[in-house]
T-cell receptor, first 113, second 110 residues
Framework: DVKVTQSSRYLVKRTGEKVFLECVQDMDHENMFWYRQDPGLGLRLIYFSYDVKMKEKGDIPEGYSVSREKKERFSLILESASTNQTSMYLC????????????FGNGTRLTVT | RKEVEQDPGPFNVPEGATVAFNCTYSNSASQSFFWYRQDCRKEPKLLMSVYSSGNEDGRFTAQLNRASQYISLLIRDSKLSDSATYLCVVRGDSNYQLIWGAGTKLIIKP
C-alpha cells in the first residue's frame, strides 16, 4: 500500500510566522501535490512537482512556496502565515500515467491566529 | 459553469436502499475519472476508478457517459458506514490537470 505521511495532524501558528508542512511518500512516486480544502470550495491545488527540484504553480500559489530536494519529500512553506491560510492541507502523490489515482496523506489542519 | 459539478446534497437515504449520484464535467477531452470517499475531517480515499465500459466493485458501480459528459456512482444495499462525502475527480489532457468536484454528502439513516 502507498503511504503518504504528513508531519503534523494539527498545527496552530501565529500571523506572520513562517510555517513548514512536510510530506513524505514511500512509493517512489514522481508526482507530488499540495492542496488545500475549505468548506464549500473543495480541493484547490497550490503547487505540484513532477520531479526532484521541479515545481509548478497550481491554482492558488500566492503566499506559498514549495521545496522538493528529494524524490520522497515535498514541503509546503507559508512564508508569512495569515489568518486566511487557516485550512486543511492535503499532500498527495501519484505515479506518472493518466490512469493513476492520487494517494493522500492524512492532512494537516492548520489554524493561524 | 464549473468544470466539474456535483450536487452537494445531503442525500438522506434509509439503510438498505440504493442511491446514485452524478458528476458532470465540461472538458470533452478529459482522460480519466475517479470517485473518492471522504469522511468528516479525514483525507479523501480512492473508492474506484471509472472505466469507459463501466465497472463494479461489490455494492458500488461506476459508469461513464462520454456523450453527456458525466460519471455516476451507484451504491446498492447502502450501509450506515457508507455515510461520507463522495468526490469525483476528472483528469484532463495532462497528468497534472486534476479537477475536483466539491463533493456530494451522503447520510445513511437506520
Amino acid at each position: 500500500d502507498v503511504k503518504v505521511t504528513q508531519s503534523s495532524r494539527y498545527l496552530v501558528k501565529r500571523t506572520g510566522e513562517k510555517v513548514f508542512l512536510e510530506c513524505v511518500q514511500d512509493m517512489d512516486h514522481e508526482n507530488m501535490f499540495w492542496y488545500r480544502q475549505d468548506p464549500g470550495l473543495g480541493l484547490r491545488l497550490i503547487y505540484f512537482s513532477y520531479d526532484v527540484k521541479m515545481k509548478e504553480k497550481g491554482d492558488i500559489p500566492e503566499g506559498y512556496s514549495v521545496s522538493r530536494e528529494k524524490k520522497e519529500r515535498f514541503s509546503l512553506i507559508l512564508e508569512s502565515a495569515s489568518t486566511n491560510q487557516t485550512s486543511m492541507y492535503l499532500c498527495a502523490s501519484t505515479e506518472p500515467g493518466r490512469s493513476s489515482p492520487l494517494h493522500f496523506g492524512n492532512g494537516t489542519r492548520l489554524t493561524v491566529t | 459553469r464549473k468544470e466539474v459539478e456535483q450536487d452537494p446534497g445531503p442525500f438522506n437515504v434509509p439503510e438498505g436502499a440504493t442511491v446514485a449520484f452524478n458528476c458532470t464535467y465540461s472538458n470533452s477531452a478529459s482522460q480519466s475519472f475517479f470517485w473518492y470517499r471522504q469522511d468528516c475531517r479525514k483525507e479523501p480515499k480512492l473508492l474506484m476508478s471509472v472505466y469507459s465500459s463501466g465497472n463494479e466493485d461489490g455494492r458500488f458501480t461506476a459508469q461513464l457517459n462520454r456523450a453527456s459528459q458525466y460519471i455516476s456512482l451507484l451504491i446498492r444495499d447502502s450501509k450506515l458506514s457508507d455515510s461520507a462525502t463522495y468526490l469525483c475527480v476528472v483528469r484532463g489532457d495532462s497528468n497534472y490537470q486534476l479537477i475536483w468536484g466539491a463533493g456530494t454528502k451522503l447520510i445513511i439513516k437506520p
